[in-house]
């Protein structure tokens, strides 16, 4: 029977986000495709992974290999190529993260299969892989119906998909010989390079807040991080406030910044211009504070409220401290 991969993807001992999300996805469409599902987890040392994996998935496929210890797009596309030629999957995800946009496009090219990127939903029609993009900047979603072959390649977009639930019973863990004979010398991994000391990074914060145009000067930005403090989060903001210079672009949420899936995100003074709701629109949980009862940002919230921020913010921070006391 054929199958549909979901590739792994693990850094520092963590299985990351974006697995349990695409393990949800390839279980529907493993369910309608009438297929099975199973994940490829590539590593060293990687059993207890595999465990965590198993809970979610018909079968984990599992290559053990000294070279796999850290991600490589060479050894990683060496393995892979080997499996699917082996296996033939229907369909192959990873994440549209570096991650898969350093992997995907080689691969694809390597085995001669079509691929389809930074898709936000996928699905069959007559055996032919059906997939969701979107196009100048997210304003419009387009529906691509890829030629009928053997195999496919799909990275997804983080955040998309809410993240999976474990299956009824314990999937298979299958161990799968290393294909790999030689050291690979053409790229080697050097080293993970973390965020500056004081460096955020907010597509791994439970508690974002978001800071928009109302904020109105850099001057009251402290204010702001200093409610995200009390809340255990992070500050985050519209590209407004950015292309000002008052904070990092590593802290932009939205299209053409990161997109976040917090367990709660707090909108201070964000109108919501489409771009930005893109980006944390998947959030468990969405308060929006704006002066404008028709702000956009209202259609996406689960919780409004239309006051001045200045008022909101210190009597919210005020809030959460006593409530710690």
Request: charged share 25%; proline share 5%; hydrophobic share 40%.
């Amino acid at each position: 029977m054929k199958e549909i991969f979901v590739l792994t993807e693990h850094r520092q001992g963590e299985i990351r986000d974006i697995t349990f999300e695409m393990l949800a996805k390839g279980r529907e469409l493993a369910e309608a495709a009438k297929t099975e599902l199973a994940a490829v987890l590539l590593g060293s040392n990687v059993k207890e992974y595999a465990k965590i994996l198993s809970e979610y998935t018909k079968r984990v496929l599992v290559v053990e290999d000294a070279q796999l210890e850290n991600f490589n797009s060479e050894t990683y596309q060496r393995v892979l190529a080997s499996i699917i030629k082996e296996r033939k999957p229907l369909l192959t995800l990873m994440g549209h993260t570096s991650f898969g946009l350093d992997l995907a496009p080689s691969l694809a090219v390597s085995l001669n299969i079509p691929l389809a990127t930074d898709c936000i939903d996928l699905g069959f029609r007559n055996d032919a892989l059906t997939v969701t993009r979107q196009m100048y900047g997210g304003k419009v979603n387009v529906n691509c119906l890829l030629k009928k072959a053997e195999s496919y390649i799909g990275t997804v977009r983080q955040a998309t998909f809410p993240a999976g639930k474990k299956s009824p019973s314990n999937g298979e863990i299958v161990e799968i010989t290393s294909p790999l004979s030689d050291e690979i010398t053409e790229k080697r991994f050097v080293k993970y390079v973390l965020p500056p000391p004081g460096g955020v990074d907010i597509t791994a914060t439970d508690v974002l807040i978001g800071i928009g145009r109302g904020i109105k000067d850099e001057s009251e930005i402290p204010s702001a991080e200093e409610l995200a403090k009390a809340l255990g989060g992070a500050l985050a903001c519209s590209r407004p406030i950015v292309d000002k210079g008052w904070l990092p672009d590593d802290r932009q949420v939205g299209s053409s910044g990161k997109t976040v899936k917090p367990k709660l995100y707090i909108a201070l003074g964000i109108s919501g211009a489409f771009q930005h709701i893109l980006g944390m629109k998947n959030s468990d949980l969405i308060i929006a504070v704006n002066k404008d009862p028709k702000a956009p940002i209202f259609g996406v919230a689960d919780y409004g409220v239309v006051e001045d921020l200045f008022k909101i913010m210190p009597s919210l921070k005020s809030k959460v401290e006593e409530l710690k006391k």
